[in-house]
């Protein structure tokens, strides 16, 4: 058995959290692979929302185990919120959810941190969402951090404070001289809670499960166009949100991978600073934004939109060897009398469907358009209910990246999924 990979191929913000939901009873184990509290998976049934960060969008249905892997960074405060925010009880989140041993830790300092880096770039700041990830990732990559497995050391707390006291140094000089007693507290408190958790060495459980036929699907956070090595850096996140990522995040061998799920809006979003090729700053844009309700779910910040970029998708498929297509939020653009795609863009005077090392070189870009439609497509559950023009525009995008589109989504509820 291999193991199943569900990604984001845009700037994040997807829709990942909805399809991972959809597709969980066909899985026994939903695991999450990178990523921190700046992931927010939004989930709605039952008319109710839930946004999740850490834990993996499978935990609510009761029969399947969902894994925190190695290649996150977890607050343990956002744990413990997050926990007790799901309505279904802090013992029946324990059956369902393990966490890994080594996966590294958010500490109140790497919060602080973040914040005074993010405010001394002034105009160059990259948009961080502040939640101390970049500086967590920083310290694992220097092998300064604190992992789950280390919260179990009788010499924890000098542990803690070893690393705490290279922190404070470098917030002096930002200029930080602020009280910890309080984040302190907050956190031990949370750490303790957190204890309470079933620790695993999630790579030997994997690999276990696989052996014995179990069907596991790896949920990734943010989008390709964000990863640290193939995203618009630097205006990136700070881990590996591509198909590798589920390796390396898991400890799963490539040979162990199976279906790579792709999934797109139907147009373009991003969050913060950044190059956006087919931003609008016009009424078709802000008519995105409202229709599709365009507010970063963990951080409440508006976002920008855009057509479709279809260089920047086939560019995400190839780097993650894309099997299947999910189109996301295609109930947004009902309403528009024209829908556009870039389907390619000017550089050097010269048409190229390839992504430039830096966006910012763009000169121009190319569209092909196509006829809108006025109709509510959020009551369509089959295929044959979907207006022409909209089949129009998902041929096109099959046509030309050569992968199926096999879910369309054409509303927030996990019932409004049309599967081909």
């Known amino acids: 058995m291999n193991i199943d990979i569900l990604l984001g191929l845009q700037w994040g913000d997807e829709g990942k959290g909805k399809i991972v939901d959809v597709l969980t009873p066909d899985y026994d184990i939903v695991a999450r692979f990178q990523g921190g509290p700046n992931a927010g998976h939004t989930i709605e049934f039952h008319g109710e929302k839930h946004v999740l960060h850490l834990i993996p969008s499978g935990i609510f249905h009761g029969d399947k185990i969902n894994v925190i892997g190695n290649g996150l960074v977890v607050d343990p405060v956002v744990f413990r ?7 279904i009880g802090t013992a029946t989140v324990r059956k369902r959810l393990l966490l890994s041993l080594k996966a590294h830790l958010i500490m109140p300092t790497h919060k602080l941190l973040d914040a005074a880096h993010e405010a001394s770039l002034g105009d160059a700041r990259i948009g961080s969402t502040l939640r101390g990830i970049g500086p967590a990732y920083t310290d694992k990559a ?7 497995g280390d919260l179990f050391r009788k010499d924890f707390r000098d542990f803690y404070h070893s690393r705490v006291s290279e922190h404070m140094r470098l917030l002096q000089g930002y200029g930080y001289s602020g009280e910890m007693k309080d984040l302190e507290d907050e956190w ?13 060495n999630a790579d030997y459980y994997i690999e276990t499960a696989l052996r014995n036929g179990r069907r596991v699907l790896a949920e990734g956070a943010q989008g390709t166009m964000l990863d640290i090595d193939f995203g618009t850096y630097p205006f990136v996140t700070s881990s590996s949100t ?10 799963v061998a490539p040979g162990r ?22 931003e609008l700053e016009d009424a078709n844009g802000q008519m995105m934004r409202d229709r599709g309700n365009e507010y970063g779910a963990t ?7 855009g057509w479709l970029d279809l260089p ?28 556009k795609i870039c389907k390619s863009y000017t550089t050097g005077g010269r048409e190229q469907t390839e992504l430039p090392y830096c966006l910012y070189e763009i000169e121009g870009l190319n569209y092909v358009t196509f006829k809108g439609w ?18 129009d525009y998902i041929a096109y995008i099959e046509r030309e990246t050569g992968i199926p589109i096999t879910i369309v989504s054409v509303g927030p509820d996990r019932s409004a999924t049309i599967n081909r």
């Open 81 to 87: 919120n997050e926990v007790e925010s799901l309505g």
């Open 142 to 148: 220097s092998r300064n951090g604190i992992r789950i």
């Open 188 to 200: 031990f408190e949370a750490v303790e809670y957190m204890k309470q958790f079933t620790t695993v």
């Open 242 to 251: 591509v198909a590798a990522g589920a390796c390396t995040g898991l400890g």
């Open 257 to 278: 991978t199976g279906e790579v799920f792709g999934i797109f809006k139907a147009y373009c979003t991003r969050v913060g600073s950044g190059p956006f090729p087919t």
């Open 299 to 305: 951080t409440g910040r508006p976002r920008r939109c």
């Open 312 to 339: 920047a998708l086939k560019y995400a498929i190839m780097i993650n060897g894309v099997t299947r297509l999910f189109m996301m939020k295609a109930d947004v653009l009902s309403g528009f009398s024209e829908i």
């Open 374 to 391: 006025h109709s509510d497509i959020t009551g369509c559950r089959s295929w044959d209910e979907l207006p022409p023009e909209l089949k």
